[in-house]
């Protein structure tokens, strides 16, 4: 790896890590696109697809788990939410990163399109309640917890991704949590299923080291200032930069996969 793809890389992971702190997500839908993107425009290397899977998976633990500590300080995590959504999306994303190996290229491309796709078409749905302004979480439906979280799981796990760009808005729409507490409480439940997702790909040697290396190390100090904007911003500025990134990422991906 020569010294310019590692400063490259060392910069998309910090842009990701930002993102991921910033919304409540692992960073995967941005760090996938620029990892698989980025590097070549700019002419200082190029990564294969599941090698962008795998470098992303550790970059969403890093992001997930920094981001996470970040807005727990203000109370914004659910601890019942975490573990309940946690065990089972990490299930679901040892069992669709342990799948993936024997996945091809453009299937993992085409799952990952799904999911934004999915996300954008959620981040509005239930807007109003933002503005009443409620952080507390209501009781909430464990089964229904568990079957988004294990899903998001499976299909996180398949293309190296968090998982956090979906869960967010499915928790909003299909659980009824509010935003603040949502994205809190992915980021913790996104690390958890990041760690599952990470040994499944470390196993089945998926995993390069010194790209990821220059990655994770961007991650940090990224989701730490993603998080400390996003307390700055009102709802609905959180869910319009949410539905502006899944959507030009959504509008990359189909493009790139539809022109193969």
């Known amino acids: 790896m020569t010294l ?9 992971g910090f842009a990701g890590a930002f993102v991921a702190g910033l919304l409540g997500a692992g960073g995967a839908f941005v760090m996938i696109p620029l990892l698989l993107y980025v590097p070549p425009l700019l002419g200082v290397g190029q990564l294969d697809v599941k090698a962008v899977a795998g470098v992303t998976m550790a970059q969403v633990l890093v992001a997930a788990s920094a ?37 091809s290229d453009r299937a ?4 990952f399109a799904v999911m934004v796709t999915v996300a954008a078409a959620l981040v509005f749905v239930g807007a109003g309640r933002d503005a009443r302004g409620d952080d507390a979480p209501p009781a909430f439906s464990r089964v229904r917890v568990g079957v988004v979280a294990g899903g998001v799981g499976l299909a996180a796990g398949l293309v190296g991704a968090g998982g956090g760009f979906l869960l967010v808005p499915l928790f909003l729409v299909v659980v009824d949590i509010p935003i603040r507490v949502t994205i809190g409480s992915s980021l913790a439940i996104t690390a958890l299923g990041a760690v599952a997702g990470f040994t499944g790909k470390l196993l089945t040697g998926q995993i390069p080291l010194a790209p990821t290396l220059a990655v994770v190390a961007g991650a940090v100090p990224g989701a730490q200032l993603g998080a400390a ?20 990422t959504a509008i990359k991906v189909w493009t790139d996969l539809l022109s193969r």
């Open 108 to 111: 993992l491309l085409f799952v």
């Open 67 to 103: 981001g996470m500590l970040a807005h727990r300080r203000h109370g914004a995590v659910n601890a019942e939410l975490v573990w309940v959504g946690g065990a089972a999306m990490a299930t679901g994303s040892l069992v669709g990163a342990l799948a993936s190996k024997y996945a």
């Open 229 to 248: 904007v996003s307390r700055r911003l009102p709802p609905l500025g959180l869910r319009v930069a949410l539905f502006a990134f899944v959507t030009l």
């Open 4 to 12: 310019a793809f590692g400063v490259t890389l060392l910069g998309l």
